[in-house]
């Protein structure tokens, strides 16, 4: 049921899929969430109640007509109050997402609102976030209390024990949002328990911005080989098997394979990841670009990289909610935790938000045959590799390695491997 066309669905389609989603990603229990959106002539879709969110079907998706009547072979959501208040109050909000996911519930246990200004993306995702006082699941007065923070203008708003809801011009915005909020919260609580995390200015979130690269001038042509097409293809299957996998969210992460020379293809900006495809994949050769595509803000980064390591075919670059972790408390992550994270990444150096820019070239020269990883701080992690699994595999052991550290924090003092023992592992494995 995967489709590129997604708002090209039957809402009650493009329910199925994002509740499916939804639920397999962990962020919502069977029984709690609920997704709606509403159509052109002013019908509300939206999730049944007390059915099993695992096995939902299209035909189990409820209808509210502006008339009243409901249709449908269950009751709707006992959400559906809010639901409604939001979108007689925002005309401008066709979809809305409810839900209990585990950080931002965190978030609304302690009575706190996710600070998202730790990364660019989360920022211009999310925006502000609103905050919505208790009351009773299902009432008029918590309609009323989430209506009012979207009356603000805030299109995320954390609901005080309880969890969060967002809205967006479509279901994929309102997902997107969803997603990345999560991502930000966990971010966050991963970072609290590591340190301190560090949040970027008003001029460092706008120098973020500016940097989609609008201006690279498109190639007459496009060269469609078969080799090529094999890459396109290559970097799709990895890209959505990394938001299966928790490594990338649907609004940011970028990954790229040379082709040819210095010639490569690279995501294009502004696509959902986990529904990427081939037509999402941007030619880049001679320095020119595939019309009609702009690519990834990353792509200068991307060819510089190649440019100068001829070693490195494939790039990733992305934020898992762990490595980030390390990128927004600025520490540094140490690698020597067991043979397999030192034998993949050696180390994994920490760099100034900003030497991610066009114009920068710290990373590229950087990345060599010793240095397959860095980490921007408040950015992203960018991993390299032979191919693009060997990117991906590496990609993969940092953030189980981040993750155990994180972790680990609760339960005593690190031991890294020893002097003597790494060179143990230099003999056997270099
Ligand atoms: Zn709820």
Redesign the pocket.
Known sequence: MESNNFSLMHPRDQIILAINRIYRKGLTTTS??NLSIIDGEGNIWITPAAVDKGSLTPKDIMCLLPDGTIEGPHRPSS?LPFHKAIYEIRPDIKAVV?A?PPALVSFSICRQVPDTRIIPQAQQVCGPIGYAPYSL?GSQKLGDAIASEFAKGFNSVIMEN??TVVGGKNLIEAYERFEAMEFCARTLINSKALGVPKFLDEEQLAAFDRQIPHDVPEMDEVLSTSDEKEIRADIVRMVRRACDQGLMMSTYGTASVRWRDNDFLITRTDVTRWNIGLDDIVQIRDGQREPGKVPSRAMWLHHEIYRRNPKVNAIIMTQPPYLMAFGATHEHMDVKTIPESWIFLQDMPNLPFGSQFAGKTDIPEMISNKIAAVLVNNDAVIVTGKTLLQAFDRLEVAEFSAKSLCMGKAIGRFHPIGDEEIEELKRAFF
């Open positions: 709690g969430g959400e409810h209990h699941p309880h969890g």
